[in-house]
């Protein structure tokens, strides 16, 4: 295989050329093979790598061995003839040393014929005779000993224990197994070091027999095959034999195949086979070719090999061999290492970490709990707190004297017509205006008309709604604080300038573009570089339908919205209106629209009757100009009158009357149901003029943005034209170009737009591992499961829908991930969001990964109890 990194055109070139070369080697080394094979009674003509090199030297070693007798090789004590040989060097070595220590030289045969233990016995007679005697029977043992030596003097006196020691040493050697192999056998005299090579030489041969009669991965063994066709020539001590020729033919061609291969090798940084492959030449030769056709592949492979090592070095092999095997796609490398990663590393974090290990669900969701209702207790409590360090600063009014700060303020109370303005009651309690009344809510115009100018300051303050603020406006409160916060929405209403001068009309064209005034005092403190903080939550819409054009069209989807806990969303809706007309030239009005917005009102209006108060929605409209504001505003007016139980709605005890606004003064309001008056129309000729007002100006699609997003729980849209009929390419104003796709966005009800972004987020997220596995384990239980819920940053991550409702979600189900991670404080994870889910409907489950992690099916099962609860708790 081709396991080089680093590619280079010589690189490929020479690769090519050598993988030709390695083709035409193995097919001159395949007849060689084949033929050596036969003679030796073997069948193979393929095999591995290895098994080539084990046939190589079994061949040489036959050739190195033809000139001598190796019949010992099929002995079948050959194992045992190593130790056979021990004995006779050892009793070899131990004659020759008791030999040495003789007076005289014995032939083998007459050394086995002497009576040593007798003529020691004469000889130790003769010592204990009288002389003469004792000296004639020693001169007799000493002649019967002579005659059997060859050479030299023997000494009794010495020699019968060397003659007794070679006589045994005979005995062991004449008994040696090594006695019956005659083919090498000479008695004391073998060469015991030479044939110790002999035997180490047969050894080797044998093994090697047995390794090429029974290849690695094969069962069945040729053996005997193989014996019976070397034995012949292991015994004629012969070159003139086929087994001769063939072996040293198959060396040589080996020689030259091998070194084609040693050089492919080099080259390509592999083996041109897998060593446990049985057929190396068949695959070699393919690859050669493989290699060949596949040229302009080699580059991307090398590359592939760099990126192999490199993952094999860092430990990943099982991963990298998946890959290659094809059980892990390409694509979904880097998921299944992180799941892998994950799985080694989670049991050591858990191990590692007191927290982790420690943790139990019961025992954290207590400890929310606790948390959550201390942090009830602690807002609830601020209030009152705030009372009452505001009455312990201020003294109590029989105290109070007559002449001082609050004693005149007193007397002013009690006055029929006060004496002093509210500004010169401000100016004469410079030390306990701040105690009484330490938080003020007043316009700007207010703070001018009753604070005087040199009131000590104010610790803060605070503009709400400042894009609707002029700088020059918001100067003289700034002035009365230590410091000021500066809250509004760019996106929303400039500030209303009919009748007033803007920078473009100055007669001073000399100034600088960094010395004009900005809109609004909101667009000063952005533009000089103040800290800013953005507030993505939204509240308001009870549907995310409600805010989800203007979060594409003017927030870039940065709102953080919360979704309905019902699966179908079609709160914002279209009434087409063909048959209404705009009076352009006189009213300014459009009659059959508005009569249209208020019979709806009207009829949503007696059917909340029939409710308790506390259960009544909410109703506001919202015109394009004052004049259908006004029109409108008379029907309700008329309609009123006619029945009187309407006035309910209008009264101004509500909190929130129905009101009749225009894109100028809607900022502010906010109601449960908005009715949108698009009030201009088609001309006599049927096309739509491109003329609508405000929304015509710089700036017009942020009344629009207003407009739109006033609703909380459902928007009606009013329009005697279609979003098709308004051609803005003839105009440049963004208000008039967002005013068409607002329209198209009606027309095809959010329901569409909602669940087409969501089902692209949908397949975005089917690696949240957790939130799939919880999804799993609950279908499996038969509940239908949507995943990652919403159309915005926050989405629920599981939600079940309700088996006997199918527009509404039983619950939510939130997992301890990236979202519950991601929030700012404990409050934010464990309180506010749920909080709102639950203003919203929602049914709010947990799911803690440590808890799943350890007892999926236990954590299922707990989830699929409270899910069975729910159903019998909303009645289902």
Known sequence: AVTKTNWSMEWEQNLLDHS????????AFRPALKLFCQTIGLQCEDGSIDHFRQLQKLAVTLVETADQDYRTVFDDQLDKLPEYLKRLDDSIVTFDAAASACGATFDDDKLRQIQVDQLEHDWKQAGESYWPISLLRKRAVIKSLQSC????????????????????????????????????????????????????????????????????????????????????????????????????????????????????EHLAGGRVADPASRQSLVDGSEMARRIQAGRTCLQRWTAWQSVRQHGCMLGLEPIVAAVESGEIPVDAIAERFRLAYVRWWLPRAI?????????????????????????????????????????????????????SELGMLRHQIGLKRPSKSIRELVAMMPEHFASLAPCLLMSPLSIAQYLPADQPPFDVVIFDEASQITTWDAIGAIARARQTIIVGDPKQLPPTNFFGKSDDDQDDEELEDYERDLESILDEAKASGLPTLQLNWHY?????????????????????????????????????????????????????????????????????????????????????????????????????????????????????????????????????????????????????????????????????????????????????????????????????????QFLAFAEKSSY????????????????????????????????????????????????????????AYLAGIECDGATYRGSATARDRDKTRQVVLENLGWKILRVWSRDWWYDPDGAAERLDGELRSLIQTTGG
């Not at 975005?764 to 940053?793: D, H, K, M, P, T």
Request: contains cysteine.
């Open 351 to 403: 191990d590692h970490d007191d927290v982790l290990r420690e943790f139990q669900r019961f025992k954290h969701e207590a400890i929310v709990r606790q948390f959550v209702d201390q942090d009830v207790a602690a807002r609830a409590s601020a209030s009152d707190r705030v009372r009452k360090t505001v009455a312990h600063r201020l003294p109590p009014q029989h105290e109070v004297p007559r002449k």
């Open 752 to 807: 569409e737009f909602t669940n087409s972004v969501n089902a692209n987020l949908h397949e975005q997220s089917s690696a949240i591992l957790l939130e799939s596995a919880v999804a799993a384990r609950l279908e499996e239980r038969g509940w239908e499961v949507v995943q990652r819920v919403g159309v915005s940053g926050f989405r629920i991550p599981l939600a079940v829908r309700h088996p006997n409702d199918g527009e």
């Open 540 to 740: 308001r819409s009870r549907h995310e339908s409600l805010i989800a054009f203007s979060n594409q069209h003017y927030y870039d989807n940065q709102l953080v919205t919360f979704p309905s806990p019902k699966t179908t969303d079609n709160a914002v809706s279209f009434r087409y209106l063909p048959d209404s007309k705009y009076d352009r030239g006189k009213t300014r009005t459009n009659l059959i629209e508005a009569q249209a917005i208020v019979a709806e009102s009207i009829a949503r209006m007696k059917e909340w009757l029939r409710l308790p108060e506390e259960s009544r929605k909410t109703l506001g409209v919202v015109t394009f100009n004052s004049q259908q504001q006004t029109l409108i505003q008379d029907l309700f007016d008329a309609a009123q009158r006619d029945d009187p139980t309407l006035e309910w709605y209008f009264s101004d005890d509500r909190i929130e009357p129905t009101v009749v606004k225009n894109l100028e003064n809607v900022q502010g309001d906010e109601r449960d149901l908005m009715m949108f008056s698009i009030t201009f129309g088609p001309d006599e000729s049927g096309k739509v003029p491109l003329t609508f007002g405000a929304l015509n100006r710089d700036g017009g699609e942020r009344r629009l943005n207003v407009a739109v997003t006033r609703a909380r729980e459902e928007l009606l849209v009013f329009s005697s034209f279609s979003s098709e009929q308004l051609n803005v390419e003839r105009s440049r104003s963004r208000g008039v170009a967002d005013l068409k």
């Open 20 to 27: 030709g070369r390695l083709e035409r080697a193995i097919e």
């Open 149 to 264: 030596a060859k050479f030299g003097v023997v000494n009794p006196e010495s020699d019968f224990d060397s003659i007794r020691v070679m006589q045994r040493e005979l005995r062991k050697i004449d008994a040696n197994p090594l006695a019956s192999r005659s083919h090498f056998w000479k008695h004391r005299h073998s060469a015991t070091a030479e044939l110790g090579k002999y035997f180490d030489r047969c050894r080797t041969l044998l093994d090697l027999i047995k390794s090429v009669g029974t290849p690695q991965g094969r069962t069945h063994s040729q053996f005997d095959s193989l014996r019976e066709t070397i034995m012949p020539f292991l015994c004629s001590c012969s070159t003139n034999d086929a087994v001769y020729e063939t072996a040293k033919e198959f060396a040589n061609s080996y020689e030259s195949f091998d070194t084609v291969v040693g050089r492919f």
